[in-house]
């Protein structure tokens, strides 16, 4: 029995072979990681942080920050901002993004569940409470 022919797969900005990989360190591969993420998730960048648009909601995240915009059409809404920090230390910044950006894409209350955990505050220094 013979089996059919390989698959072609087109290149492209985000294709990376195993050996691509192994030339690649450890930041040059969170990285590519970030930029396939973010294809993924729909964000864009915007100086050293992401945009995220889910609905009305804007995040803008960033190395070991997050902020909301719980509704990008009332002129009147404040972005909130908290921060969070991955499990694992010594985590590449780009990686670090690309996660927030996954988690929040799957659930957007996360930013709620870590405000509470560890603070935030409004741009104008005024405490966030969840049921604000």
């Not at 670090?96 to 104008?124: M, V």
């Amino acid at each position: 029995m013979e089996l059919g022919g390989a698959a072609v797969i087109a290149e492209g900005p985000l294709e990376n072979s195993a050996d691509d990989l192994d030339r690649l360190d450890r930041k040059d591969r969170a990285k590519k990681y970030l930029q396939r993420i973010a294809a993924l998730t729909g964000a864009t960048q915007v100086d050293d942080a992401y945009v995220l648009d889910l609905g009305k909601t804007r995040f803008h995240v960033g190395h070991r920050y997050v902020k909301r915009l719980r509704d990008t059409t009332d002129p009147e809404c404040a972005y909130e901002e908290t921060c969070f920090y991955p499990v694992h230390k010594g985590m590449p910044k780009a990686e670090e993004i690309a996660t927030a950006l996954l988690q929040l894409t799957n659930n957007p209350d996360l930013f709620d569940c870590w405000a509470a955990q560890s603070g935030a505050f409004k741009a104008d220094g005024q405490a966030f409470r969840p049921t604000q």
